[in-house]
């Protein structure tokens, strides 16, 4: 979203409205105004002339992607269609444990090991990330991927997507299960974002190219979805990052995880000396 600060000088509201039919909570029953004032300099200190808000929308999907045309063009290669990877988002509530609920990402809860981060697991030059790690692979320099999110949980609710690392391309969307055909797809300069919705019981096609060496971390935007493990990691380009500028200044790299594996190894947890215990996902 862009704001263009081109008005008379003075105050006004900036107002919101969360997607209501995602979910509610206290504040949207209070009748209490959402957002923020917009003050320009030399604007007097007071609260803007009220006025009345256009109607907001309350649903929970998406803009349009055919009103989002990214400004500088792009064209998805319909040939990552063939190659799709799948990513299953499914949840479990465990009766061994009070039926905590738990999102599955192909039939696994993420869960961060913070003393052994993936990061430092690649530079080091393995491959062995742990379970719950929940790594996807994407080694070929530059090439295209495609993700074929999902929803097979009983649990029918809408999960924003978000992606650190890249943006993205939404090559499709939709309720219920893709057919794995191209029809309805859009590969010319597609939509593009870090974040996009997961339609309750439905799927999301995301493509986009290995172009930046990393481990990138994808998750629900929703924080308690993803301390209940809604998250998993793309590893791109492992034999980059062994060969990047990382690997050589590891001492840098290695003082944060030295200082946490100092700090782990005190006491018992919790206790006075190690205070904070991992309590969710971790991330």
């Not at 649903?59 to 064209?75: G, H, K, M, R």
Request: with cysteine; aromatic share 10%.
């Amino acid at each position: 979203m862009i704001i263009s600060a081109n008005q008379t000088v003075g105050n006004f509201w900036f107002r919101v409205m969360p997607g209501t039919a995602c979910g509610r909570n206290a504040i949207t029953t209070k009748n209490l105004p959402m957002g923020a004032i917009v003050h320009y300099d030399g604007a007097p200190d007071s609260n803007p002339t009220s006025t009345t808000s256009v109607v907001m929308r309350t649903t929970c999907v998406d803009e349009p992607t055919a009103s989002l045309v990214p400004f500088v063009p792009n064209e998805v290669p319909q040939s990552v269609v063939g190659t799709a990877g799948n990513i299953n988002i499914n949840s479990f509530a465990d009766p061994a444990q009070n039926n905590l609920f738990r999102w599955l990402i192909d039939g696994s809860t993420h869960i961060v090991n913070w003393n052994d981060p993936t990061l430092e697991t690649i530079l080091s030059g393995s491959q062995d990330f742990g379970p719950n790690s929940n790594v996807k692979s994407m080694q070929q320099k530059d090439g295209w991927y495609l993700w074929w999110i999902q929803s097979t949980s009983a649990v029918r609710l809408p999960h924003p997507i978000h992606l650190h690392g890249h943006d993205f391309y939404i090559v499709g969307s939709g309720t219920g299960t893709w057919d794995g055909s191209t029809t309805g797809l859009t590969f010319k300069n597609p939509t593009r974002r870090d974040t996009a919705t997961l339609p309750p019981g439905g799927y999301l096609l995301m493509a986009f190219p290995a172009d930046n060496p990393g481990m990138w971390i994808m998750h629900c935007h929703i924080a308690w979805h993803a301390s209940q493990g809604l998250s998993m990691q793309f590893g791109e380009r492992y034999s980059d990052l062994q060969a990047g500028s990382l690997i050589s200044d590891m001492t840098t790299l290695k003082k944060g995880c030295d200082s946490w594996d100092s700090y782990w190894a005190t006491g018992s947890s919790p206790s006075p000396d190690r205070p904070y215990n991992q309590t969710d996902s971790g991330i």
